[in-house]
């Protein structure tokens, strides 16, 4: 007998909910300040706005189904052909198409847990298994652990480098040695959202790397250090099979008109948008000095956020963290991730830390 209602798919309510940073509450006396979704602080850039604007003047039209500007820049900007790339509303969408394009139900996708908390929602979605392998104890991926994780059953790796929550990223060296015991016929995912704000020795190059691997996918955005996070607008760079398989599964005229027009217009402006980065990196390094100096060794800050790891605390800090009128983003139980943001929000952040130091009340 059919149910006498319309089921969905039993993946469907398998789906973990998606927590979004949240605003901050306004305090009396206090400017607020969100540091809890990542965000690029600096509003947007003169010229950015213009083509936005500009672009918004024909919303009535679809926009270019083609992306084909926004490819022809994109190649232009990372030298790579335009069959090499996928656009989409968002790296996070990428994540959902290559789930689509690459596994049967029940298949396998390894990624490291705690990480970013799109990737289960994305795996269970599109009905594959999601096989959450633990960070080291310092928040780096255990990629020893990972690539044993993987089965005949794996169709797809993520590895995320900056981590989102916990900040560090893997070494180019790391890679390669992983990238070495992993099957050809897996998808390797480098989900390189972070990318402009990594300093460290022996970074990864992904773009060497996916010239030199039939099955390595690598995901952008410019939704972080591109400030465009309200347009949805990210890429992969993949081999044309693969690109072709992202691009056949996207939705179409997903990525719209004025998105296209602010990612081109940014990319013209990459040396301005990227001297801001720099000034976040500054910010970064002297946040993480501060509360060094307040008993706090954090893990290892490679994007434009810090990582807490409070355990039982968690919630008592991020309230607290609102009481000074910023908001952060507690992961229960875990941590917090306190985004990089306006310099008086952080020293905020710092006299907070200060009171929950490690030093003390470990
Ligand atoms: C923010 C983020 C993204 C980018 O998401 P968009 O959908 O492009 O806004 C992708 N991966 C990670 C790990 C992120 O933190």
């Known amino acids: 007998m059919p149910p006498s209602r319309p089921q969905p798919r039993p993946c469907v309510g398998d789906i973990p909910v998606y927590v979004a940073g949240m605003p901050p509450t306004a305090r009396p006396g206090l400017t607020p300040f969100k540091l809890s979704s990542n965000e690029n602080p600096f509003p947007p850039l003169p010229g950015v706005l213009e083509a936005a604007t500009q672009a918004a003047e024909v919303m009535n039209r ?54 970013f908390e799109a990737y289960p929602i994305a795996i269970t979605a599109g009905d594959a298994r999601g096989v959450a392998v633990p960070l080291l104890p310092d928040g780096r991926h255990d990629l020893d652990a990972m690539a044993a994780a993987v089965t005949d059953r794996t169709k797809v790796v993520l590895v995320c480098t900056p981590n989102n929550p916990t ?9 390669d040695a992983f990238l070495a015991r992993i099957p050809t016929h897996v998808v390797v995912v480098v989900d390189e959202a972070y990318l402009e704000f990594v300093r460290m020795d022996d970074p990864v190059d992904g773009l060497a790397t996916y010239a030199g691997h039939d099955n390595v996918v690598l995901t952008r955005t410019f939704s972080k250090a591109y400030g465009l996070a309200g347009f949805r607008v990210g890429y992969a760079v993949a081999p044309a099979p693969i690109a072709a398989a992202l691009r056949a599964v996207s939705l179409p005229f997903g990525v719209s008109h004025v ?10 402006a990459t040396d301005e948008l990227l001297a801001r980065v720099e000034d976040l990196v500054e910010r970064r390094a002297s946040l993480v000095h501060r509360l060094r100096e307040v008993g706090w060794a954090l893990p290892q800050a490679q994007g434009n956020f810090v990582w807490f790891p409070l355990g039982a605390r968690t919630a008592d800090f991020a309230d607290a963290c609102g009481e000074v009128g910023i908001s952060v983003r507690p992961f229960a139980g875990e941590g917090v991730r306190v985004s990089v943001g306006e310099g008086e929000a952080l020293d905020r952040i710092v006299e907070v830390a200060a009171r929950f130091s490690a030093r003390v009340e470990r």
């Open 62 to 115: 679809y926009p270019d189904m083609g992306n084909t500007a926004l490819y022809a820049a994109l190649a232009d900007h990372l030298g790579v052909p335009v069959d090499d790339l996928a656009t989409a509303t968002g790296s996070v969408a990428l994540i959902y198409q290559l789930v689509n394009a690459f596994c049967h139900p029940g298949e396998e996708v390894v990624h490291a847990w705690r990480s």
């Open 167 to 175: 900040g560090p990223a893997v070494t180019q060296s790391e890679l």
């Open 259 to 268: 998105a296209q027009a602010a990612a081109i217009a940014s990319l013209e």
